[in-house]
Nanobody
Framework: QVQLVESGGGLVQPGGSLRLSCAAP????????MGWYRQAPGKQRQWVAS???????DYTDSVKGRFSISRDNAKNIMYLQMNSLKPEDTAVYFC???????WGQGTQVTVST
C-alpha cells in the first residue's frame, strides 16, 4: 500500500495562514500530477488544487488568490500554502496523485475564532 503523509494542519483564526506538507513515494513524483483535496464534515471530498510534474498549478475557484500549491520533486514533497483562511476552509485535507491512488490519513484544518 502506498503511503501518503499529510502534515501541517491546525487551528487558526480567520485571516490566518497555514502551510500543509505532503510526503509521497518517489514513484508518485516521478510520473504524476499531484493534488490536494479536502473533506468537510458531512460533505464529500472535493478537489482543491493540483500541480503537474512541470509545476503548472490549478485551483478550484473558491481558493484562487489565497492558496498556492508547490512541489519539490527532489524531496518528493508537495506543499499547500493557505492564506486568508476562512471558516469554510475547515476540513480534513488530503493529498494524492491524479488519478487517485490510496488515500492517507489527512491533516485537520480548523479555521475558527
Amino acid at each position: 500500500q502506498v503511503q501518503l503523509v499529510e502534515s501541517g494542519g491546525g487551528l487558526v483564526q480567520p485571516g490566518g495562514s497555514l502551510r500543509l506538507s505532503c510526503a509521497a513515494p518517489e514513484m508518485y513524483f516521478t510520473f504524476a500530477t499531484m493534488g490536494w483535496y479536502r473533506q468537510a464534515p458531512g460533505k464529500q471530498r472535493q478537489w482543491v488544487a493540483s500541480i503537474t510534474r512541470a509545476g503548472t498549478p490549478d485551483y478550484t475557484d473558491s481558493v484562487k488568490g489565497r492558496f498556492s500549491i508547490s512541489r519539490d520533486n527532489a524531496k518528493n514533497i508537495m506543499y499547500l500554502q493557505m492564506n486568508s483562511l476562512k471558516p469554510e476552509d475547515t476540513a480534513v485535507y488530503f493529498c494524492n496523485r491524479m488519478p487517485n491512488g490510496d488515500w492517507g490519513q489527512g491533516t485537520q484544518v480548523t479555521v475558527s475564532t
